[in-house]
C-alpha cells in the first residue's frame, strides 16, 4: 500500500510539474528564439516587467527591494504581441540605460515620436504615415494643446498595435480603440496631464443617443469624432464636439459612413461591403435588410389588406340585402 501511494504522489507530481512550469519554460524559449532583441530586452524587463525590482546597494551593502513606478512597468505579453515586438529597448531609449543607477539626466530624454521612425520611409509608405501626421496636427487635439499633446497620449509605444487590420474579430477592434481614447477621457488622472479643467462625464454628455450602451459597443469613438480620410486606414482628425456626428442617417443608411471608417478594411480586402450581406449587423437599421422579415411584413399587410377588402364586400352584401 505504501509502495502504491508513494508511486501515486510521484505521477501526481510529475504531472503538477508537466501543466506549470513547462509551458512556462516552453514560452520563455519561444520568446528568446522568436524576437532577436529578446535577451537584450530582459536586461530592462528583469526590473521595468514587474511592479518590485531588486538591486544589491553597495553603500550598505545589501539587497533591497523597492518599489517601480507604475508608469513605468512594461507588460512583456504586451510587448511582444505589439507592433514594436521586433526592437530593441534601446533603439527608442539612450543607450546610457544600460548602465544601472540610471543617470538623474536621463529622465529629461526627449521621446521619439512617429514621424523620427516613420517619416519618409518607404517601407511604410503604403500607411502613409505624413498624412496620418498632417491630420492630427489639424486635429483638435493638437489645436488646443499643440506639441504638449504626442502621439503617445494615445498610442502606448510598449502595447500598440494595429487591431483596425484584423478582420477576425470586430468586436475586440471596437472595445481595443475605444479603450484607447478612454484612457484619457474617462481617467482624470491621465485627462489633467494636460489640462486643469473637469473631465466631462461620457455617459452624461452622450445621452442624446438612443440606446447608449448599444452604441459604445458597436461602434468606435472616432467614427462619429474624426473627419473621415480615404487615404488612411484609421482617421486622425478628431473634431471638435461641435461637429460631431448626430444625425442617425450618417450611420443607419445604405450609404453609411461606417463604410468608410470602421468596415473601412474589409471593404479594402473585399473590393465592396454592404450590409445586407452580413447577418451579425442586425441593429443596424436602415443599413441592413432581413428578407425574412421584409417577407413576413408584406404577407402580413396584404392579410390585412384582403381582410379589410373582405369586411367591405361583406357590408356591402348585407346592406343590399
Given at each position: 500500500?505504501?509502495?502504491?501511494?508513494?508511486?501515486?504522489?510521484?505521477?501526481?507530481?510529475?504531472?503538477?510539474?508537466?501543466?506549470?512550469?513547462?509551458?512556462?519554460?516552453?514560452?520563455?524559449?519561444?520568446?528568446?528564439?522568436?524576437?532577436?532583441?529578446?535577451?537584450?530586452?530582459?536586461?530592462c524587463?528583469?526590473?521595468?516587467?514587474?511592479?518590485?525590482y531588486?538591486?544589491?546597494?553597495?553603500?550598505i551593502?545589501?539587497?533591497?527591494?523597492?518599489?517601480?513606478?507604475?508608469?513605468?512597468?512594461?507588460?512583456?505579453?504586451?510587448?511582444?504581441?505589439?507592433?514594436?515586438?521586433?526592437?530593441?529597448?534601446?533603439?527608442?531609449?539612450?543607450?546610457?540605460?544600460?548602465?544601472?543607477?540610471?543617470?538623474?539626466?536621463?529622465?529629461?530624454?526627449?521621446?521619439?515620436?512617429?514621424?523620427?521612425?516613420?517619416?519618409?520611409?518607404?517601407?511604410?509608405?503604403?500607411?502613409?504615415?505624413?498624412?496620418?501626421?498632417?491630420?492630427?496636427?489639424?486635429?483638435?487635439?493638437?489645436?488646443?494643446?499643440?506639441?504638449?499633446?504626442?502621439?503617445?497620449?494615445?498610442?502606448?509605444?510598449?502595447?500598440?498595435?494595429?487591431?483596425?487590420?484584423?478582420n477576425?474579430?470586430?468586436?475586440?477592434?471596437?472595445?481595443?480603440?475605444?479603450?484607447?481614447?478612454?484612457?484619457?477621457?474617462?481617467?482624470?488622472?491621465?485627462?489633467?496631464?494636460?489640462?486643469?479643467?473637469?473631465?466631462?462625464?461620457?455617459?452624461?454628455?452622450?445621452?442624446?443617443?438612443?440606446?447608449?450602451?448599444?452604441?459604445?459597443?458597436?461602434?468606435?469613438?472616432?467614427?462619429?469624432h474624426?473627419?473621415?480620410?480615404?487615404?488612411?486606414?484609421?482617421?486622425?482628425?478628431?473634431?471638435?464636439?461641435?461637429?460631431?456626428?448626430?444625425?442617425?442617417?450618417?450611420?443607419?443608411?445604405?450609404?453609411?459612413?461606417?463604410?468608410?471608417?470602421?468596415?473601412?478594411?474589409?471593404?479594402?480586402?473585399?473590393?465592396?461591403?454592404?450590409?445586407?450581406q452580413?447577418?451579425?449587423?442586425?441593429?443596424?437599421?436602415?443599413?441592413?435588410?432581413?428578407?425574412l422579415?421584409?417577407?413576413?411584413?408584406?404577407?402580413?399587410?396584404?392579410?390585412?389588406?384582403?381582410g379589410?377588402?373582405?369586411?367591405?364586400?361583406?357590408?356591402?352584401i348585407?346592406?343590399?340585402?
Amino acid at each position: 500500500m505504501k509502495k502504491k501511494k508513494t508511486y501515486i504522489i510521484f505521477i501526481r507530481s510529475l504531472l503538477f510539474f508537466l501543466l506549470f512550469f513547462c509551458p512556462k519554460l516552453n514560452a520563455q524559449e519561444q520568446t528568446t528564439n522568436t524576437f532577436e532583441y529578446a535577451e537584450e530586452n530582459q536586461q530592462c524587463l528583469k526590473c521595468h516587467g514587474h511592479k518590485y525590482y531588486n538591486y544589491f546597494n553597495t553603500w550598505i551593502e545589501k539587497m533591497v527591494r523597492e518599489r517601480m513606478n507604475p508608469y513605468f512597468v512594461i507588460d512583456s505579453a504586451e510587448f511582444y504581441q505589439s507592433n514594436h515586438r521586433n526592437f530593441s529597448c534601446v533603439d527608442c531609449h539612450s543607450s546610457d540605460y544600460r548602465k544601472f543607477p540610471h543617470s538623474g539626466e536621463l529622465r529629461m530624454e526627449p521621446r521619439a515620436g512617429c514621424m523620427d521612425c516613420h517619416g519618409g520611409d518607404e517601407t511604410y509608405a503604403k500607411f502613409n504615415f505624413e498624412q496620418i501626421d498632417e491630420e492630427f496636427r489639424n486635429s483638435v487635439h493638437f489645436s488646443k494643446y499643440s506639441d504638449e499633446f504626442t502621439c503617445w497620449m494615445c498610442h502606448n509605444p510598449h502595447s500598440y498595435k494595429t487591431s483596425a487590420r484584423n478582420n477576425e474579430n470586430l468586436q475586440k477592434t471596437i472595445e481595443y480603440d475605444n479603450n484607447i481614447c478612454l484612457s484619457c477621457h474617462a481617467d482624470i488622472s491621465e485627462y489633467q496631464l494636460l489640462t486643469t479643467l473637469e473631465n466631462p462625464n461620457i455617459l452624461e454628455t452622450h445621452d442624446w443617443l438612443p440606446n447608449q450602451v448599444l452604441h459604445f459597443k458597436n461602434v468606435r469613438c472616432i467614427e462619429c469624432h474624426t473627419q473621415i480620410s480615404n487615404n488612411v486606414l484609421v482617421a486622425h482628425n478628431v473634431q471638435p464636439k461641435e461637429k460631431a456626428v448626430k444625425l442617425c442617417t450618417e450611420c443607419h443608411s445604405q450609404n453609411s459612413i461606417l463604410k468608410e471608417t470602421l468596415y473601412k478594411y474589409q471593404k479594402e480586402i473585399s473590393g465592396k461591403f454592404e450590409f445586407s450581406q452580413r447577418e451579425d449587423f442586425p441593429h443596424l437599421i436602415g443599413g441592413n435588410r432581413i428578407y425574412l422579415l421584409n417577407l413576413v411584413s408584406i404577407i402580413i399587410f396584404l392579410i390585412t389588406l384582403g381582410g379589410v377588402g373582405i369586411h367591405i364586400i361583406l357590408r356591402l352584401i348585407n346592406k343590399s340585402t
